[in-house]
T-cell receptor
């Protein structure tokens, strides 16, 4: 398997623009997670899905952020409008599911977002 | 809710020396514990995990970790580090599935930056 795939790897945009980050999880995994990593706050869980259904979006910073998972092989994280404080590395991760406890998560390479 | 503390922001060790990275967790039940490594510009890679059973777990790249319930710790060790081990290391804790909220996710520590001296 190719692992978790994220695109783009780097995104530079101007404040106020819409940004869409994409993720393809590992085939057969039931869970998909979106994280944000910054120096100040470390790794933060933004939202996660189970079988394409959003389970917990309490980590989404504000209404400018939205995430979708239209099918088992694709998810997007959208920021509209973007602001400089959204600059961070955004990671997507997936995990198999089905066990009694949480499974290990497999991370993508991340998207480095810079908002100027 | 669970939490993780990695007390050391930076650690410097000489190549060939032994390593121990500290991790303390807070969780009311039996935790699911993980160590991840992140090289510069890369995603996180799983080093090892503890779910149950033997409290000393072996991972990839010669790493091991020991779960100590009495100390709420899950410290990562390596007997002899290599220059390629320089990276950021994250400890994470997970809960029993289905206990609500973000329980299906992992809570990460802030990370420990490992520097290897020649």
């Amino acid at each position: 398997d190719a692992g978790v795939i994220q695109s783009p790897r780097h995104e530079v945009t101007e404040m106020g623009q819409e940004v869409t980050l994409r993720c393809k999880p590992i085939s057969g995994h039931d869970y998909l997670f979106w994280y944000r990593q910054t120096m100040m706050r470390g790794l933060e869980l933004l939202i996660y899905f189970n079988n394409n259904v959003p389970i917990d979006d309490s980590g989404m910073p504000e209404d400018r952020f939205s995430a979708k998972m239209p099918n088992a092989s694709f998810s997007t994280l959208k920021i509209q409008p973007s602001e400089p404080r959204d600059s961070a590395v955004y990671f997507c991760a997936s995990s198999p599911g089905g066990g009694e406890g949480v499974d290990e998560q497999y991370f993508g390479p991340g998207t480095r977002l810079t908002v100027t | 809710a669970q939490s993780v503390t990695q007390p050391d922001i930076h650690i410097t060790v000489s190549e060939g020396a032994s390593l121990e990275l500290r991790c303390n967790y807070s969780y009311g039940a039996t935790p699911y514990l993980f160590w991840y490594v992140q090289s510069p510009g890369q995603g996180l890679q799983l080093l090892l995990k503890y779910f149950s059973g033997d409290t000393l777990v072996q991972g990839i790249k010669g790493f091991e970790a020991e779960f100590k319930r009495s100390q709420s710790s899950f410290n990562l060790r390596k007997p002899s580090v290599h220059w390629s081990d320089a990276a950021e290391y994250f400890c994470a804790v997970g809960a029993t599935r289905g206990t609500g909220g973000g329980a299906d996710g992992l809570t990460f520590g802030k990370g420990t930056h490992l520097i290897i001296q020649p």
